[in-house]
């Protein structure tokens, strides 16, 4: 492929510690954008939301050299849950037990540790995805999750970082939406969000120009917690 013929050296360190996220609604459908922003951009991790794909065995699963390729799929088997990782290779991590959710929904959780010694110190990754259609009860268990979730590995608190698609609309993270706007799932984050328990939207101020999902609102905010 001609974007291969570019100086970028493939066997190269991230430049930066970054993690970054895409609702692609389909893996296979994307790969060549993937291969593309692994080369050009070199992320220490990326989350692909949505993939679409259960099997890492297909011959047009995207592979790329120097990152390892992590499959977390829906405990139940929903089509559209589950998650693919792809972690560079300087980068260490364990995975870990999440939460499960309603087995008739699309919701999907993962936890990773990552002591990477890129980092000052270590800290726990959360890929997520919550249905549009989850009810009251798995909100309460993502909430209570995140309550515990900074302790999960020590008794000191050890920063959580939760990214993904999680069906919540809310004037609070998203001004595209009017201050009079409102729907449970939004209200019930926005309430958490809003408790004295230092968790916080990261990506309040991010510009709405790159593209995060295939959608008929392809800007949309993914949430960054």
């Not at 992590?70 to 929903?78: A, D, T, W």
């Not at 409102?182 to 120009?209: C, I, K, T």
Request: proline share 9%; aromatic share 12%; net charge neutral.
């Amino acid at each position: 492929m001609a974007y291969m013929t570019n100086a970028l050296d493939i066997n190269a360190t991230p430049p930066s510690f970054t993690v970054t996220c895409w609702n692609c609604r389909g893996l296979l459908a994307c790969g060549s954008s993937v291969e593309l922003y692994l080369y050009f951009h070199r992320p220490s991790i990326l989350i692909i939301i949505e993939p679409l794909l259960s099997k890492k065995t297909h011959r047009d699963f995207p592979k790329f050299p120097n990152y390892n390729v992590v499959l977390c799929k829906h405990p139940f088997g929903q089509h559209h849950g589950g998650f693919v990782v792809y972690f560079h290779k300087s980068i260490t991590y364990s995975q870990h037990e999440a939460p499960h959710f309603t087995s008739s929904t699309s919701s999907t959780a993962a936890m990773f540790h990552s002591p990477s010694a890129m980092l000052t110190k270590p800290f726990t990754l959360v890929p997520l995805y919550m249905s549009s259609k989850a009810p009251t009860h798995d909100w309460k268990k993502l909430t209570e999750f995140m309550t515990g979730a900074p302790y999960t590995y020590t008794d000191d608190e050890m920063p959580v970082l939760i990214m993904g698609d999680v069906n919540a609309h809310n004037p609070l993270w998203d001004n595209s939406y009017p201050p009079s706007y409102y729907e449970p799932a939004g209200s019930r984050l926005s309430s958490f969000l809003s408790d004295d328990n230092d968790w916080h939207v990261l990506n309040l101020q991010m510009p709405e120009l790159v593209p995060t999902r295939i959608s008929s609102r392809p800007n949309q905010r993914d949430t960054v917690i």
